[in-house]
C-alpha cells in the first residue's frame, strides 16, 4: 500500500461504487470537504443524478483512486468490495452496508491476499428513503459512524477509514465486526421490525379509526415506509443476533399480554421503557441530556418561523431538535422546540412573554 501521512494528506481520490442515497451523501460531504470524488452505480442515471447534485463526477477511464467507499445495497457489498479490491491494487476499500461480518467472510474467502487494505464502515445515520435525490451533505453530522477493523486490517487502512468519517462530519466509533452486527440487532434492526409491526396493524383499518393518527404513531412508524428490499437483505445479514432479540421480546410480549389489566405489573413494563430511553446517548456520543418538548402554534405566514428561531436564540436557549405538524382544524403549524428539559419552563415563559402561543 502506498505510503501515507493521514495526519497531512487528503484522503482521496476517492471512488465511491453506488450513488445511492448513503453513496451520494458521502460525496457531497467529501466534495464539501475539497476531496475528489469519482461515482460510479449501475444505473447511469444514479451517476448522473449524483454529479449534478455536486456529489463528484463520473468514475473517468483508468482512474486510481486512494480510497473506494462501496455504498451498494447489502447483499451485493461483499461482492464489489472484493472487485474494488482487485481493481485498485493500492487503494484503501471501506463499505457503509448495515451488517459487518457477511462481507468480511467474502473477502477473506475470495481474495485473502487483499484483506488488510479492508476496513469495514457503517455510519449510524439514513432515511427512510432512497436514492440520489434523498441524500444531504449533512447527513453524517454528529452521528456516529463504525469504524470494524479485523486483526488482519491495516493501521494506515484503519486511519484512513477514521478521516472519511470525521470528514463527512461524523464521530468514529470502534468496534470489532462482530461487536457491531450484536449492537445494531438492538439499535437498528430490532426497532426497525417492532415498526414495521406497528405500522401492519394499520393496513386495513377503519379511515375514521386512522384519522385520529397523531406523531406518537408517525414517530413509531416513520422507518417502517424504508425500502423493504434494502430492509430485507439487511435483516437476513444479521439474522442470528436479530432473532436472539426478538425471542427476548416474545417473552416480554407474553408477560404483557397476561398483566394488562394488573396496573403495577403495567407499571414495572411502562418504567423499563422510560430506563430504555434514558440509556440513549445523547447527541455527538456525549451524555444524553434530559430533553422536554415545548410546543407553539405558529402562524401559517411567510417569515413566522424565522421570527420564532430568531426568539429562541434571543432567549438563549438550544434547539436540541424539532419537529413541525400542523394542526388539523386551523391555519397554524404545531412547532416542537426539543430542548433541555432545565430550560423548557424558561423558554415557555420567555416565549410568551414575547406573545407566542405556547402549549401548556
Ligand atoms: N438507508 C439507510 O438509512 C442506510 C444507512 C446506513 C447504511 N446503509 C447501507 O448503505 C448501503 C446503501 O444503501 P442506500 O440506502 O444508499 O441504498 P440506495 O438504494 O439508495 O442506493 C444503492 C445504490 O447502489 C446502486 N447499486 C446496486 N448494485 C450495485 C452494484 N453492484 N454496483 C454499483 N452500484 C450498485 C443502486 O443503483 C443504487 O443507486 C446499504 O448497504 C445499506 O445497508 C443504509
Ligand atoms: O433514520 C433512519 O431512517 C434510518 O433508517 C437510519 C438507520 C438506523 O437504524 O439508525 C438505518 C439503517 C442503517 O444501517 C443505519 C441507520
Not at 11 to 28: D, R
Request: charge should be negative.
Amino acid at each position: 500500500m502506498a505510503h501515507r501521512d493521514t495526519e497531512h494528506d487528503l484522503i482521496g481520490p476517492v471512488h465511491v461504487v453506488g450513488a445511492g442515497l448513503l453513496g451520494t451523501s458521502v460525496g457531497l460531504a467529501l466534495s464539501r470537504a475539497g476531496e475528489t470524488v469519482w461515482v460510479s452505480d449501475v444505473h447511469d442515471d444514479n451517476v448522473r443524478t449524483a454529479a449534478g447534485l455536486g456529489a463528484g463526477v463520473a468514475l473517468p477511464e483508468g482512474a486510481e483512486p486512494a480510497l473506494v467507499v462501496v455504498a451498494v445495497p447489502p447483499s451485493v457489498v461483499g461482492v464489489e468490495v472484493v472487485r474494488a479490491l482487485s481493481a485498485a491494487p493500492r487503494a484503501v476499500v471501506t463499505d457503509v452496508g448495515s451488517v459487518k461480518a457477511q462481507p468480511l467472510a467474502e473477502v477473506l474467502s475470495a481474495v485473502p491476499e487483499h484483506v488488510a487494505r479492508y476496513v469495514g464502515g457503517h455510519p449510524m445515520a439514513g432515511s427512510e428513503r432512497s436514492g440520489p435525490l434523498a441524500a444531504s451533505a449533512s447527513l453524517f453530522e454528529g452521528r456516529p459512524w463504525a469504524v470494524t477493523p479485523h486483526p488482519r486490517a491495516e493501521e494506515g487502512g484503519v486511519r484512513v477509514v477514521e478521516r472519511l468519517a470525521t470528514t463527512c462530519g461524523a464521530v468514529p466509533v470502534a468496534l470489532t465486526p462482530e461487536q457491531h452486527d450484536r449492537a445494531v440487532a438492538r439499535t437498528s434492526h430490532l426497532p426497525h421490525l417492532m415498526s414495521v409491526l406497528t405500522a401492519a396493524r394499520l393496513a386495513g383499518a377503519e379511515p375514521a379509526e386512522l384519522s385520529l393518527s397523531g406523531q406518537g404513531v408517525r414517530d413509531v412508524t416513520r422507518i417502517a415506509a424504508s425500502d423493504p428490499v434494502l430492509w430485507q437483505q439487511i435483516i437476513v445479514g444479521n439474522a442470528g443476533s436479530v432473532r436472539e432479540l426478538l425471542v427476548d421480546v416474545r417473552r416480554d410480549l407474553d408477560a404483557l399480554i397476561g398483566e394488562l389489566d394488573d396496573p403495577a405489573a403495567l407499571a414495572v413494563h411502562l418504567r423499563r421503557g422510560n430506563d430504555g430511553v434514558a440509556e440513549i446517548p445523547g447527541k455527538h456520543g456525549g451524555e444524553a441530556v434530559p430533553v422536554e418538548v415545548v410546543t407553539v402554534s405558529v402562524p401559517d405566514h411567510p417569515g413566522e418561523l424565522a421570527r420564532l428561531f430568531g426568539d429562541v436564540s434571543a432567549i438563549g436557549t438550544n434547539i436540541e431538535d424539532l419537529r413541525i405538524d400542523h394542526d388539523p382544524g386551523r391555519p397554524v403549524g404545531l412547532v416542537e422546540l426539543h430542548v433541555a428539559q432545565r430550560s423548557a419552563a424558561g423558554l415557555r415563559d420567555a416565549l410568551e412573554a414575547r406573545h407566542w402561543a405556547v402549549q401548556r
